[in-house]
């Protein structure tokens, strides 16, 4: 924490205007009529649901307007430093509904929709999910623009306009179906601004020639240029009346130079090679297993960088004569190294378009840019073939050669003969490019995303670089946004915490650690259960009318919601579920706590086993839930297309979050955090966040359990580890193993043998069996826990009472005075300082909770 930094935010943004004002029912009430009328020319009788919220939206944008152009007119004037986060995913999810919270007017909005016996909820639904991202990283990045725009900071999202967002799964006969995510059903998407005039051209293949004359030039020579359309979302600060933008480019075919007969272009070929240029920007993440799904993403991540830097740069000389005040100015953040290109691209604008020498380039360049790392997995870190990068690219290859062969160079004065420490170090070997090689060397300071997450990328992944260069290396522990994830999500458990401790913890949720004396207040505790019951009604009616199945509310609502991942072992759930199920099965009377198990997510359209984890859920399921003979006491479901907004819809109802990912693989987690700002309690590894998380609420307030990251990194760096002595030793873990194969399942017996084999035949890689006996154990306490719901019911307070830290406001503030060095004051994000806050949060201590790894 920079206390010292740090201002309210208050002290520095006064001057933005309010609007608006204060709206009146009956003004909204009337504007709405109006709005309908403009947009569908029709009354409120005729207007369609889907007109209606169109209406709303529309109306809601009106007033961000406002407040955009107000934001940008007293940026103008103040110049602050700008950051641009660039990512490859934006996980938006809907807007509407939190527009009108941020801008404070949800409430005038439901009175005044009422009066025309409309109800706000029918409306929401109406609003497809934006899903342009897989996961965490995405949703994490559209976390941090909330908590951007809620401080005041002038930081924009620069992303892609995704024709199709992440693929729609449909489940039938329990395999995963993919349908193309048809998010822009009417072409556009209410909340954009599309700006044709700002467009960019950004340049693919040709050839590079040099021409001396006094100074080396290099000209680029017959390239094709793709045309970046940007359209720009609104990001609604907390009732600021600030707003932000979201950045997003579609491709578009370059007009002048596809008139016909040009460039060889026959008349009737227009149009395919209209389609081929826009369909750059169709989907999100296109399967790259084979050489033009490759191509196609190198291409995507290339259209994002130069279409992103060519218009920071444009902007910020509009307004600066200076080139070497950039690091001054601007911020660039490269989320992952999808948007690693950008250390070449900058190079490239800088030295070619505005003639800087190549140190004086490099030097803006490294103070410019930083990095986050957001994986340790080996097959997710990036690599492209020379070839490849050299084609598509010609003068960002040659530039991306020149940055190896210095820091080659660099590396051999620091360590000279040590060729292999050079080799794992380079940014081009093996005939590829080491994409994360690139971000390090052309990053200021490259962080992890939880205090493990760093340790580990300080003492494998990354070694050599840490030792090289220290300084650059940082943590910075993700976070979530509590104005989506609590105050709009879970709106009846925000108005109890504002009841009891006042509204104050919306902007500064560390202020939710007042709650902590509740925990011995019965008559609270009481009121905290019913606002759970609220949201698991509300849950299980999504599940009778979605999937017909009914669920007892009062059961324990166990949910495991996240990308399917072998490492997220999806699957060691599945065992404890089928080991409760047996135990119930010998004897029904067993006097266990009812419970519904929730599995949600997607699995990569390629990635065969985590497909086959689906249908093994399913199949279960279907076993279990039509088993008279266990009396209704486990339930298992598959909720199809998980998303955001099934997130939402899930996370407020559920009591258990499975946070179970094998030690030292999940960077950080963000689903942990947002459970746990629900109330929901954690059964999980010490991994990622979770180390942070139980730092926070205490041992006694989570369900801890498996081998440590330690253990698991010893085990891959020396082996040692045999599952066929633990399926030998433990029956349960025998039967449970054999039943994937021996006909116990109504499917063919090789339907889950990549299962079997991936436990016995291949070693066990993510040490299911390992953990499985520590894993029902601490079920086993859950379950005596939640026996005792007054015991229950604290904990799940004490959890809520410990999750601001998790706020990406707080986040944020370290990424600002810490990376970013804005040069506005950071506002605080938490109204007390260092030793207050270990105060109030007794169980963290801040200055003190480090993991080191030995
Ligand atoms: C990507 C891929 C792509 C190809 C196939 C295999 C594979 C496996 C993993 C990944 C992960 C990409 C990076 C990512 O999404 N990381 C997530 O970032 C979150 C935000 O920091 C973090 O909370 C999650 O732990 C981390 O998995």
Known sequence: MHTNTMYRFDNFAPHYTSYPKSLTVSELRDAFIVALQSLHGKTLNCASKQEKFEALAWLTKSI?????????????????????????EFLLGRLLENNLVNLGIREVCVKALSELGI????????????????????RLAACYLDSMAAMGLAGHGCGLRYRYGLFEQKIKNGYQYEY????????????????PAEKIAVRFGGTVRTQTNGKIRFIHENYENVMAVPYDVPIVGYKNQLVNTLRLWSAEVDVDQYTCGAHGVECNSVIYYKHAIESLTDILYPDDSHYEGKILRLKQQYFLVSASLQSIIRNFRMQHDVLQELPDKIAIHINDTHPSLAVAELMRILIDDCCLGWDEAWSLTVRTLSYTNHTVLPEALEKWPVNMLEQLLPRIYMIIHEINERYCRELWNSYPGDWDRIHSMAIIADDQVHMAHLAIAGSHTVNGVAEIHTEILKKTVMHNFYTYTPDKFTNVTNGITQRRWLLTSNPKLAALITDAIGSNWIEYPCDLAKLAPLSKDTAFLEDLASVKLHNKLKLAKYIKEKHGIIVDVHSIFDSHIKRIHAYKRQCLNVMHIMHLYHCLRENPQLDIPPRTFIFGGKAAPGYYKAKKTIKLINTLADKINNDSAIHNKLKVLFLENYNVSHAELIIPASDVSEQISTASREASGTGNMKFMMNGALTIGTLDGANIEIRNAVGADNIFVFGLSAEEVLAYYRRGGYNPWDIYNSDLRIKTIVDQLVNGFFPVDSDEFRSHYDALLRYGDEYFLLKDFASYVAAHQQLADAYCNQNRWQAMSLLNIAHSGWFSGDRTFSEYAAEIWTMDQPIPLWCQCLPEDYARVNPGRDVNHDQVILS
């Open 119 to 138: 109800e706000l909820d029918s409306l929401l639904d109406q609003e497809e999910d934006a899903g342009l991202g897989n996961g965490g990283l995405g």
């Open 64 to 88: 961000i307007s406002k407040n955009l152009i107000e934001t940008q007119k007293q940026r103008t004037k103040d110049d602050p430093k700008q950051v641009y986060y660039l990512s490859i």
């Open 180 to 195: 193309p995510d048809n998010w822009l059903k009417n072409q556009t998407y209410v909340w954009e601004y599309r700006r």
